[in-house]
């Protein structure tokens, strides 16, 4: 019997200033273990004229994971961080309660030709959870535990899994792990794995079940436990998942809510400008329209 429980294929989405390949929220996967929402970011090059600019904006009720492979994104928050990160380096964002933060190129490299590629990450916060005090941490590579499994090799980029813990300060059980190769090779990581788990092909290709799934492909897994597959040469895939949460989740916009009334009120203090400042920064990202795609329930 397949284990394979859902093909997802990337979907183009517009942020504003470019197109990014929406993984989740999905019609028939709204989430995968507290993964709430995944953007494969780029890969975009960017001229001398051309940089990333996304305002102030708010989020509740989640925790959000940038990880770069290539380029360099200043952040800025209400709690007052200021810090560019790089690749291979985690800015983890929770949101809790609510907070403002702003996403833009360097002002070093604003006038110069630069390349931006990465992955931008929703974990959903437990509901005990959901309105704590905001928090942010930024996790250099070595807080990232690497391994060999013969030809491959592991990053924990985030979480617990294989007896190993990342940096990253998480607040539920969960797994966001890199694989990369240079050669074919079987992978049984099933032992390892537990509750939801989805496997994204960022590069390269994988054989599972006697089927090929290339770049861009994200499956999700019926039965982590059963997680095996073949990676073939120069191949890139990420494994996510953790234990899902007993209650659904409802997302609308940037706001992540156990209740459509955490939702409706956090829509009401961004219209009226009521979430916290960040400090030198100047405009605001509004509230799209009732009818925009960024609503989705669940």
């Known amino acids: ?103 833009r190129t360097p002002e070093y490299l604003r006038h110069s030709d630069k390349f931006l590629h990465g992955l931008q990450i929703w974990v959903a916060l437990p509901k005990e959870l959901e309105q704590m005090e905001p928090s942010f941490a930024h996790i250099e590579e070595d807080g990232m535990p690497v391994w060999q499994e013969g030809s491959i090799t592991i990053k924990l980029i985030a979480g617990e899994a294989f007896g190993k813990k990342s940096a990253v300060p998480v607040y539920s059980p969960l797994y966001f792990l890199e694989l990369k190769t240079t050669q074919k090779q079987e992978v049984n990581l099933g032992h390892g794995l537990y509750g939801e788990s989805g496997l994204y092909i960022l590069e390269g290709s994988v054989e599972g079940e006697g089927h090929s799934f290339g770049p861009k492909q994200l499956l999700v897994a019926k039965d982590s436990s059963l997680c095996t597959f073949t990676m073939n040469e120069n191949t890139t895939v990420y494994i996510f998942g953790g234990e899902p949460f007993p209650e659904p989740r409802h997302i609308y916009w940037n706001f992540v809510a156990t209740s459509p009334e955490m939702i409706e009120e956090a829509k009401v203090r961004w219209q009226e400008q009521r979430f916290p400042k960040i400090e030198g920064e100047h405009g605001f990202v509004p509230l799209p329209e009732q009818n925009s795609n960024f609503r989705i329930k669940k």
Do not use: C
């Not at 019609?27 to 600019?53: C, Q, W, Y």
């Not at 102030?56 to 989640?62: D, M, R, V």
């Open 1 to 103: 019997m397949s284990n394979i429980g859902l093909i997802i294929e990337e979907r183009p989405a517009d942020i504003g200033n470019f197109l990014v390949g929406r993984l989740l929220p999905f019609k028939e996967k709204r989430t995968v273990g507290p993964f709430a929402f995944i953007d494969h970011m780029g890969p975009a090059a960017l001229s001398d004229h051309e940089n990333m600019d996304v305002g102030p904006h708010p989020h509740i009720g989640l925790s959000t994971l940038t990880y770069l492979f290539e380029g360099n994104i200043m952040h800025r928050d209400s709690l007052g961080t200021e810090i560019e990160i790089k690749p291979n380096q985690v800015n983890w964002m929770t949101a809790g309660s609510g907070i403002v933060h702003s996403e």
